[in-house]
């Protein structure tokens, strides 16, 4: 007898507000507004919120560009949890910052995965550079 | 009665050119020649071009190092829409560039995915250091 | 008839050593200490090294961030070959370094992935900022 019920799940979207993006006086959940695949519609692009529809591992990862004007720091969090970051400093005006993280979680039905931009921090987000992009393992 | 025909896709290769790459007068598709994994023949070593042998849903990163003398630019494409990218700009002659994308991309049989550079972009092409990997998720 | 004795291996694991870590004298494999996700039990937190339970094709990922202060360097690598790697020059105090890389690698049971930093280099390991992570495709 075969496994049923398999359903595929997977999402890939890009930030993309019209240039730098931040900085903000609070942390701010990053609503990716430009969706490539959400397979599932698990991925909320208007919140920025995964909600995973079936308890599973899955896999997230997300890259950032970011203009050396000001520093960079990304979170990526499950639930109320942080799970993995990225940053830079604030560099020279000449300069630009590459970043990303990714991370394996078991997730039960409900879950909640996002990233969240800190306070006085900022991304680029325009040309495709800053993504969020996630899948369950089968 | 189960899901018949599943077949493995998945590939890792290396642009391996014996140092730095370009920059070049006109885009170029990175032909990553040093092949890890080729598991269903999708990748082409000689063109630097992934099309799929099925439809599904398929993920997709690159990675790059970069001398700080130049810039460096690198997009995926999907067929001719530019789905993600990453680049930094020219840094003094001490430092370096590093970066990387994502995504997951719902592909139809024949679909294409590459990675161009940029004109006057530049990417370090040795050590294992710029690569390009996919896989279909079942 | 199905494919039967399908396993799900993944892992996903944090270097948390309480900041800079290195330089060393000699080529240190990273422990990855702080455990997230360990399906399947193959990756080894005390040693760094993940185990294929099983032959078959599967996906690892690394990413670090790194203070200025030293360069940093580090290498996939799958038994005594070396896979990816990605590194960064010594940069002036202000700066932070951001890497990574990714392979997709066809394993026979038994075989050995995991991170090594090379002698003289440092990463950050703190704040959740550098990570491992990997998978088997189903």
Redesign the interface.
């Known amino acids: 007898?075969?496994?049923t019920g398999?359903i595929?799940v997977?999402?890939?979207a890009?930030l993309q507000k019209g240039g730098a993006y931040g900085p903000f006086d609070k942390d701010t959940t990053l609503a990716y507004n430009k969706v490539?695949?959400n397979?599932g519609d698990a991925y909320n692009s208007c919140t920025g919120i995964f909600t995973a529809p079936v308890a599973g591992?899955y896999?997230f990862?997300f890259?950032y560009?970011a203009g050396g004007h000001h520093a960079s720091e990304l979170?990526l969090f499950k639930n109320c949890e942080?799970?993995?970051?990225?940053?830079?400093?604030?560099?020279g005006s000449?300069?630009?910052?590459?970043?990303?993280?990714?991370?394996?979680?078991?997730l039960q039905q409900g879950d909640q995965v996002y990233v969240r931009m800190l306070a006085q921090k900022h991304v680029w987000a325009a040309?495709?550079?800053t993504?969020f992009?996630?899948?369950l393992?089968?």
């Open positions: 007898m075969c496994e398999k595929k997977a999402f890939s890009l490539h695949t397979t591992v896999y990862t890259f560009h979170h942080m799970i993995v970051r990225s940053s830079d400093h604030k560099t000449d300069n630009a910052d590459n970043g990303g993280n990714a991370a394996v979680l078991q040309d495709n550079s993504s992009s996630g899948f393992l089968s």
